[in-house]
């Protein structure tokens, strides 16, 4: 069975500074995606970036980047210019690409990465 | 405006009473998702439509009911039979196709509380 691992129950950066969160993820899969999602005091959860396994190139989304290292099964996000905004949960998921039997889609979860942004 | 609504807010729960949590979408996705939130855990699957009259069991489906009569539309009942239903629900939708159009994107949620 899959597992998504967040190591950091809590971070926290200086506004404008640059920040790496943690995500390693274990499967057996050669195709899948992942995900990075956020949820602000809210709670609605918004989705920051997604990366296709396929796909050697590390998604960007404006100050939002991952590094996708495939064979150590890691995924992080660096979140640059951080701003006052960016604070909350951030969340890693996994998706399987492949349809099978039982596989009913779902997203797998990291128990997330409380983001402090400090003035 | 696209996107997905969850009524209500806040929901306060009797003791034996039955529930029910609204979730509808704009989006035309295919496919409905419920998850309940706790503090400290992952999300978890309850319960998923990949189209309309067929839905599926999660990973903790059990005090749960859905239905799915219109695709727009996916309620969920919390009956008297969930025994901890104090939690945050998240509802979700997404397309249903290979690629990476099958993200999933949510709602605001609702609060669920035990009086």
């Known amino acids: 069975a899959q597992t998504v691992t967040q190591s950091q129950p809590e971070m926290s950066v200086q506004e404008a500074e640059t920040v790496t969160l943690s995500c390693t993820y274990d499967?057996?899969?050669?195709?899948?995606?992942l995900f990075w999602y956020k949820q602000p005091p809210s709670r609605q959860m918004i989705l920051v970036i997604r990366?296709?396994?396929?796909k050697q190139q590390n998604a960007t989304e404006n100050r939002f980047s991952v590094n996708f290292q495939k064979a150590a099964k890691s995924f992080s996000l660096k979140i640059s210019d951080s701003q006052l905004g960016d604070a909350a949960m951030y969340f890693c998921a996994y998706r399987s690409a492949v349809l099978r039997a039982g596989n009913n889609r779902k997203l797998i979860w990291g128990l997330g990465t409380s983001l402090a942004v400090n003035p | 405006d696209g996107g997905i609504t969850q009524s209500p807010k806040y929901l306060f729960r009797k003791e034996g009473q039955n529930v029910t949590l609204s979730c509808e979408q704009n989006l035309n996705h295919d496919a409905m998702y419920w998850y309940r939130q706790d503090p400290g855990q992952g999300l978890r699957l309850i319960y998923y439509?990949?189209?309309?009259?067929?839905?599926q069991k999660g990973d903790i489906a059990e005090g749960y009911s859905v239905s799915r009569e219109k695709k727009e539309s996916f309620p969920l009942t919390v009956t008297s039979a969930q025994k901890n239903p104090t939690a945050f629900y998240l509802c979700?939708?997404?397309?249903?196709?290979?690629?990476?159009?099958?993200?999933?994107?949510f709602g605001p949620g609702t609060r669920l509380l035990v009086l």
């Open positions: 979700a939708s997404s397309l249903w196709a290979s690629g990476s159009q099958e993200t999933q994107y």
């Open positions: 499967t057996s899969e050669s195709d899948y995606y």
């Open positions: 439509s990949q189209i309309v009259n067929d839905f």
């Open positions: 990366q296709e396994a396929y």
